[in-house]
């Protein structure tokens, strides 16, 4: 029974391709899986004014293989990425088949490995955030004492 059962599930395999692993989220993040993205940024995060700073300022940081792009967007928008992936010899892939959305919330670009890392922070908001709090707070003293008058 086993045999018949095997020799069944090559048949289809060979007749289908084989099986991918969780097609929705491959969808979703360009071919990669959820579990191996260091850093996305959505279609509309692309006009943000923070967006590629905080990419250049994050990028080097992170231990990322490839960058995927998508292939569907306007090649002006993803050039300052493309540039930057060719000057830190980061290897590139743009994604451009029928699952590719263009829509606001659709993923614009990835900083993917080959390994899972689970990254739990991936989106580029959240590096806007960090930029922000870095920059220094003054408390209520500093403030009385150093008012100009």
Same mark, same amino acid.
């Given at each position: 029974?086993?045999?018949?059962? *095997? ?12 099986? $991918?692993?969780? /097609? ?8 990669? +899986?959820?579990?191996? !993205? +260091?850093?996305? &940024? $959505? ?8 967006? @590629? /700073?905080?990419?250049?300022?994050? #990028? /080097?940081?992170?231990? =990322? ?23 830190? *010899? +980061? ?5 451009? *088949? ?7 919330? #659709? &993923? #614009? @670009?990835?900083? !993917?490995?080959?390994? =899972? ?5 991936? *989106? ?15 408390s209520?003293l500093d ?7």
């Open positions: 029974m086993t045999e018949n059962n *095997d020799l069944e599930s090559q048949l289809k395999s060979r007749m289908t391709g084989t099986p $991918q692993t969780k /097609p929705d989220e491959r969808r979703r993040y360009l071919g990669s +899986l959820r579990e191996r !993205v +260091l850093l996305q &940024i $959505q279609v509309a995060q692309l006009t943000d004014q923070r967006t @590629l /700073p905080a990419f250049k300022s994050i #990028a /080097p940081k992170l231990a =990322a293989t490839k960058l995927l792009l998508n292939g569907r967007l306007n090649s002006a928008q993803l050039k300052p990425y493309l540039q930057y992936a060719t000057q830190h *010899d +980061l290897a590139f892939t743009m994604v451009n *088949d029928d699952t590719t959305s263009t829509a606001p919330e #659709a &993923i #614009a @670009l990835l900083l !993917v490995t080959t390994t =899972a890392v689970n990254q739990a922070k991936v *989106d580029i908001s959240h590096f806007y955030q960090a930029e922000e709090k870095e920059t220094p707070q003054h209520f403030n009385l004492f150093h008012r100009d008058h």
